[in-house]
Every structure is written in structure tokens, then in C-alpha cells.
């Protein structure tokens, strides 16, 4: 089964510099055990090494992206090389001088592919490489540009400090939801903008109805129903780095477990459904997919979920997000997978990473 993504981009540079999916409420949606065998969309690998932290006994990591693979290769080398307060310093979580020699201390348990594509992006090192993606470019240029026409760098920090939910909700009512802040959120958000700037056009073939309306109204609920003080996602789209939270595979309570893990963990250059096609029956527990059938028609989503189903072990789990274009499992494949719907909206409301639309756990009997 050939990839209807591989036909619609260009997989040569960065797309994501760090994950922009929750790795607690995938943790929790995944429930990963020992002696389980875990598939992972790449991405920019921080998803895919907090998998490690719970041993599973193999995690398998697959990207069509040569660049998200050596962002997943930096990844790994920076655990084995260096501390943990390195490690946020190369990210960019915090700031540093000396990124260009954290990443000479890498380089050398790089593949030949990986050192040949880092070296060429000394910009991308010195600025930190999660912030190196053309996403994090969109964000940057958001908070560059626009976000200080609707709120002052004062307010921004405001925001940021949190509080009670009834201390949020009055913030956003009466200082932070003006009508600067809604029309460039509108703006910059809309689908010819995001299109253009943070994702590819083609990526929104299969959307339909407005989209900045619901982004805005899901930062809403991330700013006050959620605590902005406890969002490492929140915190990077408004600074440019993590203020007063950390994703979990940055989290020093984590750092040691993922180390210690990392032999347990491969990555291929390859498409899902190239992966899933060369399957020898159920072979995986738990997939983590990302938010992969966004782009895609329903009847390739349909398809690639009837090879999921063939590859999953009895009790398997599979994870991945909405955020624009609806995709869950249709009522014909009802005696493959079900749904889990009550620990899905469960999660999805704790889900700090706000734009998505829904969080999707399905389960083979």
C-alpha cells in the first residue's frame, strides 16, 4: 500500500523541532508495560523517547523525513552525552552560549547521514534545535510579530504566572481576550496563513469549515480551564522556550530512565503503511501515530487502520489526534478496534497541547 502523505510534501527539511503532541496524556492513553513492542511516528523524537521511560521491551521508531530522523538521532546522542541541564540547553529549553560545543560533544555517535545534515545547520544549533523546525518558525514569527501588537511582554508574563481557574478566567475576560488579540489570532491562524507559513497547503485538502475559529476557542480553554504555569507548550509558542514547565522527556525525574532505555529503541527511514505492509501478523502493542491521518483521505485512513488492526497483538492500544479533519474508526471495522471514548475525553481535556480537537485511543479486542 503506497503513502498518500509521501505524495503530498516535501519531507527534506525540519518539519517539527520538538514534539507539539502531550506525552503525559499519550503515556496515560498507552499504558505501556514491560515486554511490550511500540511503533512511533518520529517526529522530532521527544514522544518517542518518553515511551522509553516506561521499558517497554522494543520501540520502533518510522519517519518518511530523513530531517525528523536526525533531529531523533541528536536526540538520542544528547542522552548518552550529556547532563540533564545540557540536554534543555541544547533543546533551547533554556538559554546558553555554548550550544555549538554541546553539539561537538554529540557529533562523534552520529551516523555519517545525521553529522552530514547537522553540520550544515550551525544557525539551527546555535538557536537550539527544538526551535529549529518550520512550525517553530510559524510560532516564532507569531510571537515576533503579532503578539506584541495585542499584549505587552508584561502581560505575556502575567499570563504565564497562572493562578486559581477564577484568577485565569477573569485575566482572559478582562485583559487578555481583546479585539486586537482575537483578529490577529484570526489572522495568523487562518488557513491560507497556517497553510503557507506553519504546514504545507495540501495538508488542509481534507478540512472542512473555518479553522482559526477553533484554534481560538480551544487557546481559550488552554488558558483558563488549564494553568499556562503548567504548560511547557503554551510557555514555548509565547517566550521561545520553557519557562516554568518541561515536556516529559525533559523532565529531570525522567532524564535517567530514558538513558537507561535507549538500547531498546531503532528507527527507520519508512511510511506507516510501508511498515505495516511488511508486518509477519500481530507483532506491535501500542502505537503512538501522532496526528498522521490528518492529511489523508478517510478511505486511505480506512485502509491504513485495517493494517493497524492486522499488525496489533490482542489488547493493543493506538493513539493519535484530531485537529481539523475527523478521523476515528468506522462502525464496519467494529469487531477489530473499539473505541475508548470515556478515557479519550477524559484526556483530551487535560491535554496541554490545546489545538487539537480530539485525542482518539482505540483498542483491539
Known sequence: MESELAKQADFSGIRYGQCWEDADVLLEALD???????????????N???????APERVIAIDLSPAQLACLELRVAAYRELDHGELLELIGSRRSARRAALYRRCRSLLSSEAR????????????GIGGAGKFERYFALFRERALPLAHSPERVAKLLGGGSRAEREAFYENEWDTW???????????RAVMGRLGRDPEFFQHVEGGVAERILARARYALTALDPRDNPYIQWILTGRHTSALPFALRVENFEAIRANLHRLEWRRQSLEGFLSECDGAVIDRFNLSDIFEY???????QTLELLAGASRCGSRLAYWNMLAERRRPKTMAGRLRPLDDLSARLHAEDKAFFYSALVIEEAP
Not at 116 to 127: A, C, H, K, L, N
Not at 180 to 190: A, C, M, P, T, Y
Not at 296 to 302: A, D, M, T
Open 48 to 54: 518517542t523517547l518518553a515511551m522509553l521511560a516506561r
Open 180 to 190: 486586537r488579540w482575537r483578529g490577529l489570532f484570526k489572522i495568523f491562524f487562518s
Open 116 to 127: 552530514g545534515f547537522w553540520d550544515s545547520r550551525p544557525r539551527e544549533i546555535d538557536g
Open 32 to 46: 505501556i508495560r514491560p515486554g511490550h513492542v511500540c511503533l512511533s511516528i518520529a517526529s522530532a523524537g521527544d
Open 296 to 302: 489523508v483521505s478517510f478511505e486511505h485512513y480506512r
